[in-house]
């Protein structure tokens, strides 16, 4: 069955410092997504992506993070200057129109 | 507002018995439902949706609920394994093309030997 995978699995870095996580989404999808998740809290969305522009974001998604589809399969979201509170695990998934969304196995992401 | 409740956190049930787990949400123009499990330190995993135009949906296992007029979900497991030990999660699309999901807090399900 496919999947979407994501790579690293733990990033950890300087807070200051930027951080580029990375999605392959499931091949014949379209539409792309990032969630995070606080140690212990729901799921949160943070953006959404399709036919190569953001559909919607979250107060969350502020001008730090951005959003990529750089080539055919990868998909990416980077975070230009971290902060502490940034550290959390960051989830993406991938849909086509109107079906549940499919995620990865997330990035843990922390920030020292 | 916008947000999807759980009402339970947690629910411990033995072995072989039939499990119930209930979602409350509050935005009647959702029109797609979707639970999910999340195991530890893994992401959700799809187990069933439902439209809107549904009111009972099943598959290999389990059986999903849907009543609109309370703005009700329930997620029903029959004969419970220990693999179905995690943390399950309802999740509503509020807004169709955008198709952002909002999730629940999640109500952690422990099988009992």
């Known amino acids: 069955e496919p999947e979407v995978t994501q790579t690293p699995s733990h990033q950890v870095t300087q807070m200051g410092q930027e951080v580029i996580l990375r999605c392959v989404p499931i091949?014949?999808?379209?539409?792309f997504y990032w969630y995070r998740q606080i140690l212990g809290q729901k799921v949160e969305f943070l953006v959404s992506?399709?036919?190569?522009?953001?559909?919607?974001k979250s107060e969350i998604f502020d001008d730090q993070f951005s959003v990529e589809r750089p080539d055919g399969s990868n998909f990416t979201l980077k975070i230009r200057s971290t902060k502490l509170e940034d550290s959390a695990m960051y989830f993406c998934?991938?849909?086509?129109?109107?079906?549940?969304?499919?995620f990865g196995d997330g990035t843990r992401l922390s920030i020292l | 507002g916008e947000s999807v409740g759980l009402h339970l956190p947690t629910l411990s049930v033995q072995e072989g018995d039939n499990s119930i787990i209930n979602c409350a949400y509050s935005n009647s123009a959702s029109d797609y439902f979707i639970w999910y499990k999340q195991e530890s330190g893994k992401g959700p995993q799809f187990i069933i949706d439902i439209r809107s135009n549904m009111d009972k949906r099943q598959g290999q296992r389990v059986t999903v609920l849907l009543n609109k007029t309370v703005k009700h979900l329930s997620l029903q497991i029959a004969a419970t394994q220990p693999g179905d030990s995690a943390v399950y999660f309802c999740?509503?699309?509020?807004?169709?093309?955008?198709?952002?999901?909002?999730f629940g807090q999640g109500t952690r399900l422990t099988i009992n030997p």
């Open positions: 992506f399709y036919n190569n522009e953001i559909s919607e």
């Open positions: 091949s014949n999808h379209l539409y």
């Open positions: 999740a509503e699309i509020l807004i169709q093309g955008a198709q952002k999901l909002v």
């Open positions: 998934a991938s849909s086509g129109f109107g079906q549940a969304q499919h």
